[in-house]
């Protein structure tokens, strides 16, 4: 049971660059989610999906674009990266969202140049 | 707009030296609050929900409690495996709960043997 797996676990991009994060959960959730933390702040909601094929945006979605073809597959993507976007993505998943704890997986660390 | 402050910001404790920390919230009506531990490098880590004013949750050395204004992480004769940043987040009752967490800065804990 691998839970909610993100790829790349480090990036570093050149400003102007474009890149997409993975995240799949084995665990058929319906809802994914997106967050950013950077220090000194809390986790901020980027993009979330309430099953395939529905997405909305988060408190932070400038930027990012997201799509859901499957229940397991949940990608960000990085149209043309910017130092701001400089932060450590987490992906969560959960079968009911705000009343289930989320799964979260281990973070992709990006860094834009 | 939901708010989550947590405090201290950082604390230092003895193994064996009890202590409680807090996560005082504003929200719109609350549809659950969550504790999560962060290990370094690592993802959120989803320990409690709580859902009324009243509940409290147990899990080994960890005990959660929960008013109309604030929640306590208290922490019994913690261990040096027990440091880590311990983050506290609500869920509104407003979008079915599928519009994300708002989170706290957390609380980084350190346990010196």
């Known amino acids: 049971n691998a839970g909610v797996t993100q790829t790349p676990k480090f990036q570093v991009l050149k400003t102007g660059q474009s890149m997409t994060l993975q995240c799949a959960q084995d665990m058929n959730h319906e809802y994914m989610s997106w967050y950013r933390q950077d220090p000194g702040m809390g986790l901020r909601l980027i993009h979330y999906?309430?099953?395939?094929?529905?997405?909305d945006q988060g408190e932070v979605p400038n930027g990012y674009n997201v799509s859901r073809s499957t229940t397991e597959d949940f990608p960000l993507r990085l149209l043309s990266a910017a130092p701001s976007q400089t932060s450590v993505y987490f992906c969560?998943?959960?079968?009911?969202?705000?009343?289930?704890?989320?799964?979260f997986g281990s973070g992709t660390r990006l860094t834009v140049v | 707009e939901d708010q989550v402050t947590q405090s201290p910001e950082a604390l230092r404790l003895q193994e064996g030296e009890s202590s409680s920390l807090n996560c005082s919230y504003t929200v719109s009506g609350l549809r659950g609050l969550f504790w999560y531990r962060q290990d370094p490098g690592k993802g959120p880590e989803f320990l409690f929900t709580?859902?009324?004013a009243g509940e409290e949750k147990e899990k080994e050395r960890l005990k959660a409690t929960l008013t109309k204004k604030e929640s306590f992480l208290h922490i019994t004769a913690p261990k040096p495996e027990d440091s880590a940043t311990y983050l506290c987040?609500?869920?509104?009752?407003?979008?079915?709960?599928?519009?994300?967490?708002?989170f706290g800065k957390g609380t980084h804990l350190i346990i010196q043997p």
């Open positions: 969560a998943s959960s079968p009911s969202p705000g009343t289930v704890g989320y799964t």
């Open positions: 999906s309430v099953g395939a094929g529905i997405t």
């Open positions: 709580l859902y009324s």
């Open positions: 987040a609500v869920q509104a009752d407003s979008g079915g709960g599928a519009d994300g967490l708002t």
